[in-house]
Structures are given as C-alpha cells and as structure tokens.
C-alpha cells in the first residue's frame, strides 16, 4: 500500500473572497490583438478601433446630454420633451454598446469610463446647471451634427479599407438612427403658433 504523502498544497480551500487584488494590465488601451480570423490586417484594424473609439467616445457623451436633458427639461413641452430625450437616450445606449462590441471584436479596447470619455469627446461641454428648451434642443443638435459628421468620414474609409462590417454598422444603425433623432428634435425649433394661425390673425387684423 502506497504512504500517504502530506499535503503540499498551502492555499487551502476557503470560503473568503480574496478581496482588493491588482495586477498588470493583459492589454494596453490603444493596441489589437495580433492574429485574428477576421481576413483584417492588423494597421486596418488598429486605424479602425481608434476612429471607433472616437465615435464611442461622441455617443456616449451624447447619451449622457439627453439624460441630463431629460432631467432638466422645464416649460409647458415638459412632457413630451421629458419622454422623448429617454427614448432618444435608450437608443443612444444601444448604440453605445454597438459600437463597444465592434472594437472589441476588431481585437481593440473600447473607452469606458466618463473621465476618459470627457478627455476625447469633441462634443461642447454643457454647464452642470439647468438651460432653457431651445438651447437644450441646440446642444443636442449640434452633438448629432458633430456624430454624424464624424460617421460619414469613417463609413468611407472603412469601405476604402474593406472593413465592410464597420462600414455596415456605421451607416445602418449609427448614422441611420441620428439622422432620424435630428429629425424629431429639429421640428421642436420650429416657431409655430400654438392657437392662432398668422394669416387670419393677420386677416382679421389681430395683432
Ligand atoms: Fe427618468
């Protein structure tokens, strides 16, 4: 019969969570993975994962001024207002994590945290106190403008790099659901009388 030999093993098993751990990084931000599957030659993907970044960086910045928005809104449109910029700000999530996912998957490393967000966004910082409706609108318009800008000009490298399925994100749901947002928050700009119609105010010679 074989002797039993002590047990060596130190690290005994237990119940308590081995808290506060730290260690290097396993990938620096700003690099790729090497070898992927993906038929993308690493300069392709790294060009790409940094513009990505950009535009995660802008969205991000963008969800957060319709949230801030939402909240902040005040005035007879409070409500329709108030629900539009979380719908708005809901889609502008979905986006966020959209375009996270596809650095990820290029082998990059998507921005994450509001500090670096605020050091690479382009988007205007807003003041921390409330503004009224029609600057809110502009401020948000003017974000789009800066997203979409920024979409157009990555959509055709992509395209010139044949990174099709970023070319493909880009316009479908980036570009595609801002241009739609600009849309339903530009007509609120519009200065249309609320009860009388100008001309037969005029007509009638009302003031
Ligand atoms: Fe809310």
Known sequence: ??????????????????LH???????????VSHM???????????????????LLADTMTLRDLYKKSHWQVAGPTFYQLHLLFDKHF???VELVDSIAERIQLLGGISIAMAPDVAETTQIERPPRGRE????QLSRLLDAHQVIIRQT???????SELGDEGT?????????????LQVWFVSEHLVNMPLVNAVDSSEARGVA
């Open 90 to 92: 809901d889609e502008q």
């Open 1 to 18: 019969m074989a002797k039993k030999q002590p047990n060596t093993n130190t690290s005994r098993i237990n119940a308590q969570p081995r």
């Open 132 to 135: 009224e409706v029609p600057v």
């Open 36 to 54: 992927l599957p993906l038929e993308l030659e690493e300069p392709v993907r790294l060009e790409m994962t940094e513009q990505l970044n950009q």
């Open 167 to 179: 070319n493909d994100l880009v316009v479908s749901e980036v570009l595609r659901r801002n241009e």
């Open 152 to 158: 157009r000009k990555l959509a055709e490298r992509a």
């Open 21 to 31: 751990q730290r260690a290097a990084e396993i990938q620096p931000y700003g690099t």
